[in-house]
């Protein structure tokens, strides 16, 4: 193996093979290999221009003889490597391991190697090696493993949104593809003090084992990761946000309550939802227009007969304080005016084998290939021209897996190669093409809603929601899980269909508790949503038009459609949500600014109470407020853990606690139990209870 430094850079070279370690941001490297006679030069998710310190490097030879040798023959030399990047330091091994250590000498990671024991350094039979690129026969890719040696105690936490019930994610094996409501982003903060980024957007999995942790990639021109050392948490949050982008600023209609359902049929039963909401005296920032409001997929416009004039729709809208959500699908209907166009510029994604068509709902259609920048800007053009112009300025970018028909990757390609190397990226180059649109038109904060998210999405803007989720205690439970992991994977902006999407009668009462639990969680989240496909649908009046299949709407969906009963609670905490608007805007604030995701687990703010770092069932919002929510039917109170060396004041009782503690809390339907950090009482300006 040869070792050289190259500027900042340690290069190794060992037959057909180079590896580069750079420093990366601050206390950060990033580490790539290729098998390639160039490196490929995609950079994903770093994308940022982060002042980046000089590293200090040293290339030391070392005696690599074997132990038996007598002392008086000839001795086999070696050459030893480091670089240090502020807290990291990467250590490479005479046979080129590598491993990482922060400033106190503490090993916080290391490559999982078998081929030579480290201590006595006699070759060992296994012969197994942290890195793998093995060429896939007949093509000029490769298949690649990496792995890392598995440490007793350690927890994972992140690596995005998956329906489970854990947030560790040690023992876990996780796909590596994007599905509805599943987004992979693929970094993960460990309890040893590092973060870790898996830089390659290529379908595979990763392994967090008891023996060793694995991620492998089906097919890519290269190994690419990114590692960094801190203190806590936030640190290590920081430095990733520096170097993988910031979120920009949540716009102040991104602060209060939303109001959506599958679906608003027309112009005019939007307009009625909007003004019996002001009728009532309950805040209303945003209304959402979900999908099939359009005559065909791919035309991304109104139905001017269900929509005949958007413009008037959107200036009552905002002169009652409430702006305008559209849904946009990626996906073209072949019998679109815009099919045959962008199919003739390679603006759709391609097929290696088969059939063109990706999915056959409600038509047969082909998805965007939003990694193409063309397309990307003809996708924008066009909603610019009939969604921006008539006053809509928020976007939900829904499908953005992209959800086919068949989750068969090695069939389809992309502008940025095939779709088994680069999939992952879809979510987040579909954001991209609206977050530089709306930029471009003079929108200085911008956020979209989509489904689904890949490392680094954050920077464009997305808020990202869990997908079409059940209506039931158990998604409830899974959701919060998954809101969590992805903001400690660096998503800071997340919600989920309150309520779950997937059934749930208006009349039901057994809903309704699932409904009300889940309501008066949705206020102590990042963006409070209410969205659900009731029971029972609603069919349309006409069953095609112009031969085009028209969908049916779900029941009513709004906060006066589920009773009395229900309207107090849910309006109770809408008005709640609106008492904390100023504390939720210095959440996003820091958000912006650190990328500390607004919430939290509890070990975020916490880290020194090693408790805390086992607790699953509640969750820091923002820095202040503790948020247990009941997400068990029949509950009237709920246990919460304090953590140590504060005190906490019930928002609901008044009641004040010592930290270090688990307590058992009054829950009635009406209640969310959440704890105020003591201290911090005069940051959430108003008492959250009535």
């Not at 807290?87 to 490559?111: A, D, H, M, Y």
């Not at 829904?398 to 390609?413: H, I, K, N, T, V």
């Not at 205690?473 to 992805?486: H, I, P, T, V």
Request: hydrophobic content about 40%.
């Amino acid at each position: 193996m040869k070792v050289e430094r190259k500027n900042n850079r340690l290069v190794l070279s060992d037959g057909g093979t180079e590896l580069w370690i750079d420093p990366w941001g601050v206390n950060g490297v990033r580490v790539r290999m290729t098998a390639f006679p160039g490196m490929d030069g995609h950079d994903w998710a770093l994308t940022e221009q982060v002042e980046t310190p000089e590293p200090v490097i040293t290339v030391t030879e070392v005696d690599v003889s074997d132990p038996w040798l007598p002392a008086d023959q000839p001795r086999q030399m070696g050459v030893a490597a480091s670089l240090t990047n502020g807290k990291l330091t990467v250590r490479v091994s005479p046979e080129g391991w590598l491993s990482f250590w922060n400033q106190k000498g503490e090993l916080l990671t290391e490559e999982y190697w078998r081929t030579r024991d480290r201590i006595n350094r006699y070759a060992v039979p296994l012969r197994v090696t942290a890195r793998e690129l093995k060429p896939i026969m007949g093509s000029d890719d490769c298949e690649l493993t990496a792995r890392f040696e598995a440490f007793d105690g350690e927890m994972i936490f992140g690596m995005g949104q998956y329906q489970d019930r854990h947030l560790n994610k040690k023992g876990a094996t996780l796909e590596l593809a994007q599905r509805n409501s599943q987004a992979s982003v693929p970094f993960y903060v460990s309890s040893r003090g590092y973060g870790f980024l898996w830089n390659n957007p290529a379908i595979g999995t990763a392994t967090f084992g008891t023996n060793r942790t694995e991620w492998h990639a089906r097919s890519t021109r290269k190994l690419d990761y990114y590692v960094t050392a801190g203190d806590t948490p936030a640190e290590i949050e920081a430095q990733y946000a520096s170097v993988t982008g910031h979120a920009p600023m949540m716009p102040e209609h991104g602060l209060g309550y939303w109001q959506c359902k599958l679906r608003y049929s027309n112009q005019e039963e939007v307009l009625r939802v909007a003004r019996e909401h002001k009728r009532r005296g309950l805040p209303l920032d945003v209304i959402v227009i979900d999908f099939f409001h359009w005559p065909l997929q791919g035309e991304f416009r109104f139905d001017p007969v269900d929509w005949p004039d958007p413009a008037a729709m959107t200036r009552e809208l905002k002169a009652m304080g409430i702006e305008t959500m559209v849904s946009v699908w990626p996906t073209v209907d072949e019998r679109s005016a815009n099919y045959g166009p962008m199919r003739e510029a390679g603006h759709l994604v391609g097929v290696d084998r088969g059939m063109s068509l990706h999915g056959t709902w409600m038509g047969n259609t082909s998805y965007f290939d939003a990694t193409h920048p063309g397309a990307r800007e003809y996708v924008w053009n066009c909603c610019r021209k009939n969604y921006y112009d008539n006053g809509v300025r928020l976007f939900w970018l829904d499908e953005a897996e992209p959800e086919y028909g068949a989750y068969e990757f090695d069939l389809f390609r992309y502008h940025d190669g095939p779709a088994l190397q680069c999939s992952n990226i879809y979510p987040a180059m579909f954001a991209k093409g609206f977050y530089e649109g709306l930029k471009a038109v003079g929108e200085q904060e911008v956020v979209s809603l989509l489904r689904c998210a890949w490392a680094g999405s954050q920077k464009y803007g997305a808020l990202v929601w869990s997908g079409d989720i059940v209506s039931s205690f158990r998604a409830m439970r899974e959701q919060l899980q998954a809101g969590l992991s992805m903001g400690m994977a660096g998503i800071p902006w997340w919600t989920c269909d309150i309520g779950g999407f997937l059934g749930g009668h208006v009349t039901d009462p057994a809903f309704h508790e699932l409904l009300m639990r889940w309501f008066a969680w949705g206020a102590f989240l990042p963006v409070f949503r209410m969205h659900g496909e009731r029971q029972p649908h609603i069919q349309p009046k006409e069953k095609f038009r112009d031969g085009i299949e028209i969908l049916f709407s779900g029941s009513d969906n709004e906060v006066w459609s589920f009773g009395p009963e229900c309207e107090r609670i849910m309006s109770k905490f809408i008005h709640l949500r609106e008492r904390l608007r100023p504390y939720i805007r210095q959440c996003m604030k820091d958000a912006s600014e650190t990328g500390a995701p607004v919430m939290r687990p509890l070990l975020f703010d916490f880290p020194e109470d090693r408790a805390c770092w086992q607790v699953e069932d509640a969750y820091m919002f923002g820095p202040d407020l503790l948020v247990a929510p009941v997400m068990e039917p029949g509950a009237t109170e709920r246990t919460v853990y304090l953590p140590a060396g504060c005190r906490w004041t019930d928002a609901y009782t008044g009641q004040v606690y010592v930290g270090g503690q688990t307590v058992t809390v009054p829950a009635p339907m009406d209640v969310i139990p959440v704890m105020i950090r003591e201290g911090r009482e005069h940051r959430v300006y108003e008492p959250v209870r009535d």
